[in-house]
């Protein structure tokens, strides 16, 4: 009994090692304290708790997570020096519940300074959360140029800037999405592949542009990063298919000037397979092009870059007249006028008063920005008449003075024309079907409705399609139709061969 009972009394020897650890501990908690008192540094407190720093709370969070998550910048610091003699990897590249490092973190919510920190303590650039992101994919959705740059100058970059996450998309492509030109241009000047399309549809950056509206973005990718302009997605889709479809008169411009071909057939069928004749061998059925999936006339005669003229051979045919009218000499005396250091009576102003401000970023970069601007008003559809309008707000008579003098000089030319001259038909699209010569002969009835151009004007209530689409039915209803993207619209109409 008296053994038993001296037992419970005196501490087993394991007790009394632990209970020499616990004091021992507290002993140095206790002194780290005395030393925060002492020097106010955190960093005292922190280094005797630097063993807890791998712990993780139920959400697999650890302190640099939480500390990232609450925006501590200084205490983030502080731990990085707190555990600099560790093994610093099993604090810095753990992942929590949502497979985030404290590098993925900082970049989400915008630290660019804890980004650098991270990455001076040696943070893994190559970890992917749950989505498939790296940090470089977050930066640029972010739109966050400051992360982004400095992660670009990491030694692995180039491994993990073409590199597509889990829905296929590269860091160029999110940038593109988040319409950050700045990040743009970063990837841009570390040679990212332009043209690479994301893992889904095929898209290259340009189409992303373009669907998003973005003509900045756009000219930026073209005039910048030289991106091919009818890159086709896995469906054939060029970037012009979609401007068209969504009847964007400036996108169609830009895209025009930048050398589109409106002609590329992507590989949805013009039209139903029943509507070709049964006695026909062939049934070869012809995709839809840019210029089917045009949406309005504007965008149309943008792609065919064919403007009716006018009839009338009076004097101001000039100023009613396109661009086209204007010679080269006139045009270059316009470009040096147009270079003047003077803001109110640059390219630059011209271009607002325009109403093609927004892509004067894009003119900037080109070798001549005013003849870029001018070959943009042209393909645009634009006229004499509303140039010189612009150039007469803008207090420039000497440009003004220019273009009048050449208007003159061909109104003089052509007062000594016969009244009875027509103009020459307008060009048709290049057709795809044998009866390309019928439909240059159709003859119409309706006087009024003629065109100058000799084209009936009510022609232009039929669809896009109509070169292309003709059998040899000698009255035929014409549908338009624009599936995927655009607009469904129908534009019924009916023409009687003669």
Sequence with gaps: TFSLELKMIIPLPTDAFFLEKAMELAKRHANALFDYAVTGDVKMLLAVQRPLTTVQDENGDNVLHLAIIHLHMELVKNLLEVIANMNTAAVLNV???????PLHLAVITRQ???????????????????????????????????????LLQHKEASVMRDLPNGDGLTVLHLAVIANSIPCLRLLLAVGVDVNIQEQKSGRTALHLAIEQGNISMAGCLLLEGDAFVDSVTYDGTTPLHIAAGRGSTKLAALLKAAGADPHIENFEPL?????????????????????????????????????????????????????KDLNEDVKLQLYKLLEVPDLTKSWSM????????????AFRLSPSPSKTLLDNYEVSGGTVKELINAL?????PEAVEIIEKRITSSSQSKQEKTKNDVLPLCDLPSPRTEQADEIRNFKFQDAESICDSGVEISLHKLSFTYSESFTNKTSINLKKKASGYGQDNSLPGKIEVT
Aim: charged share 25%.
């Design 95 to 101: 992942r929590n519940d949502l497979y985030q490092t």
């Design 271 to 323: 039209f139903e397979e029943e509507d070709i004749k049964d006695n026909e061998s062939e049934k070869i059925i012809p995709g839809t092009t840019p210029l089917d999936m045009a949406t309005s006339w504007e965008v149309y005669d943008i792609l065919s870059s064919k403007l009716c003229k006018s009839k009338a051979a009076s004097e101001h045919l000039l100023i009613k007249g396109n661009m």
């Design 392 to 396: 007469r707000e803008m207090d420039y």
């Design 112 to 150: 660019a300074g804890i980004v650098r920190a991270l990455l001076g303590a040696g943070a893994d650039v190559n970890l992917l959360d749950r989505h498939g992101n790296s940090v470089f994919h977050l930066a640029a959705q972010q739109g966050d140029e400051v992360a982004l740059s400095t």
């Design 350 to 361: 011209l271009a607002q008063k325009l109403g093609l401000g927004i892509l004067n970023n």
